[in-house]
């Protein structure tokens, strides 16, 4: 049994939620979201709360539970709170800035990398070596960061590139003589 797919979603103050057939939707103070979820797996309203449970017993609805009951408390959070990845930038002459709906990166090739925002994605660039990436939707936040972060990775010998806030590189010791 999936301990996360059989704890109920609460709604929080200020979400309104509708189950219509497979598809959640989710309205808040930051926007709307809307979940399809698959057909192995059955959603209802209950007190208040979105419920999830398998429709059978079989593996494959079983392993589509709990993912399912993620998706939908992922978009209830992204509605009411949103989400939020910062990224860090190191290396010498390495910065970012917003040009308009583009970010501009200069991460030490001979050209400026330049990247277009997506809709519905907010990147504030507080300092030249930070970016602050923001939305409703946590998939896309995530897609966005890593589309970044892609451009010039951290390398493990001097610690240079894009990497995420909270992430620790691992670093090598170089030649020695």
Do not use: C
Not at 29 to 45: C, D, S
């Amino acid at each position: 049994m999936s301990r996360i797919g059989k704890k109920p979603i609460a709604l929080p103050e200020g979400v309104t939620a509708t189950v219509d057939g497979q598809t959640v939707t989710a309205k808040g103070p930051k926007g709307e979201l809307t979940f399809v979820v698959n057909e192995e797996v059955l959603v209802k309203m209950e007190d208040g709360a979105v419920r999830v449970d398998p429709r059978d017993d079989s593996k494959d609805a079983r392993s589509k539970w709990g993912m399912s009951r993620t998706m939908i408390s992922n978009i209830v959070n992204g509605v009411k709170t949103g989400f939020e990845k910062k990224l860090e930038i190191n290396g010498v002459g390495y910065r970012a800035s917003l040009q308009g709906k583009n970010l501009q990166l200069a991460l030490g090739f001979s050209h400026d990398v330049i990247y277009p925002v997506p809709e519905g994605i907010q990147i504030v660039v507080p300092k030249p070596t930070e970016i602050v990436i923001s939305g409703i939707d946590r998939q896309k936040v995530g897609q966005v960061a890593s589309e970044i972060r892609e451009y010039r990775g951290p390398e493990p010998y001097k610690g240079k590139g894009v990497k995420y806030a909270d992430e620790t590189i691992v670093r090598k010791e170089g030649k020695k003589k």
